[in-house]
């Protein structure tokens, strides 16, 4: 069943069949996707021990309302494609919006902080024109998740919830659950190679699909690759396929992940080794694994075809 949030059709809510209620499992976990930015958005929210499905069902279906308003506000006002946007504007020598709009100036902050964080290998223009993509939908997830999400978690709501879109993922547990989220990173050279994604319990993905998985509880993962949207990113290097990288904030994540495809493996790990406790999943052109960091709770074989 598809529910409009309101008259605009490209703003929807659907209500998946596949919701999680196994009654092996004492969890239940309601499931909502947004769909903006051209990718679907998944909201997962987990119910505490002593909740109703009836409950969580309201609970997620408000939160669900409240991020696509916001996705699709983030999306009218970034998008590179929308002649009317503020980077089209922008694009075009208008600047104003730097003035005019704070979040647009955040996010115009965060780009020349991960420019230089990265000595260059994150860099918001592409093809010579402003373009912040590259940390915008990480950026749009995670401000969702701490303003929607993040309450309703501390205040004992829920036990645990989780935003992710396009490879980028944001979870939080309450700190009295032992709840995990599991996270599947994909193979992007499988047939059916798709998105990151999150299972509370297992990986719905053959081994030759999911090449790692990742357990977390409050955090962030960012994937990037050019197997779904080609070359948009600038590199100076073509030895990896995707990088995925784990981080307490998305933002941070996204812009180490997007650095990684742009610089290579090699400069990548110089980039990072000051800060010691990254971790990451690379994958090479010639389809073998790196892992940096510490890999105690990555699972998989460190070759494939």
């Known amino acids: 069943m598809i529910r409009t949030v309101d008259d605009r059709t490209d703003q929807r809510i659907d209500n998946p069949t596949d919701d999680i209620d196994n009654t092996d499992?004492?969890?239940?976990?309601?499931s909502r996707v947004v769909h903006a930015m051209t990718v679907p958005f998944t909201i997962q929210i987990v119910g505490m021990p002593w909740q109703s499905a009836e409950d969580l069902d309201g609970m997620i279906d408000t939160a669900a309302t409240r991020i696509?308003?916001?996705?699709?506000?983030?999306?009218?006002?970034?998008?590179?494609?929308?002649?009317?946007s503020l980077v089209a504007c922008a694009r075009r020598g208008d600047w104003s919006a730097l003035l005019n709009d704070p979040d647009f100036a955040e996010v115009y902050a965060l780009c020349t902080q991960a420019k230089q964080?990265?000595?260059?290998?994150?860099?918001?223009?592409?093809?010579?024109?402003?373009?912040?993509?590259?940390i915008v939908k990480g950026w749009a997830i995670q401000r969702a998740h701490e303003r929607i999400l993040m309450p309703l978690v501390r205040s004992e709501r829920c036990a645990a919830a989780a935003l992710g879109g396009g490879g980028?993922?944001?979870?939080?547990?309450?700190?009295?659950?032992?709840?995990?989220?599991r996270i599947g990173v994909q193979n992007p050279f499988a047939v059916d190679a798709g998105t990151t994604h999150t299972d509370a319990e297992h990986t719905a993905t053959s081994h030759t699909a999911t090449l790692r998985t990742i357990?977390?509880?409050?955090?962030?993962?960012?994937?990037?690759?050019?197997?779904?949207r080609g070359e948009h990113i600038t590199r100076t290097a073509?030895?990896?396929?995707?990088?995925?990288?784990?981080?307490?904030?998305?933002?941070?994540?996204?812009?180490?992940?997007?650095?990684?495809?742009?610089?290579?493996?090699r400069r990548f790990?110089?980039?990072?080794?000051?800060?010691?406790?990254?971790?990451?999943?690379?994958?090479?052109?010639?389809?073998?694994?790196a892992?940096?960091?510490?890999?105690?709770?990555?699972?998989?074989a460190d070759r494939y075809r």
């Open 168 to 181: 980028d993922i944001q979870t939080a547990v309450h700190a009295d659950s032992d709840f995990q989220w």
């Open 68 to 84: 696509a308003n916001h996705l699709h506000s983030v999306e009218t006002r970034f998008s590179p494609f929308n002649a009317r």
């Open 117 to 134: 964080l990265t000595d260059g290998a994150f860099d918001p223009m592409h093809d010579g024109a402003y373009d912040p993509t590259g």
């Open 291 to 300: 892992t940096i960091g510490d890999s105690d709770s990555l699972t998989a």
């Open 215 to 228: 357990t977390l509880r409050n955090g962030a993962v960012a994937t990037s690759g050019t197997y779904r």
């Open 269 to 289: 790990r110089e980039l990072t080794d000051p800060h010691g406790r990254l971790l990451a999943v690379l994958v090479r052109a010639d389809h073998t694994i």
């Open 25 to 30: 499992n004492p969890w239940i976990i309601r």
């Open 238 to 265: 073509h030895d990896l396929a995707q990088a995925t990288v784990v981080d307490d904030h998305l933002i941070f994540a996204d812009m180490w992940a997007t650095a990684a495809i742009s610089a290579g493996e």
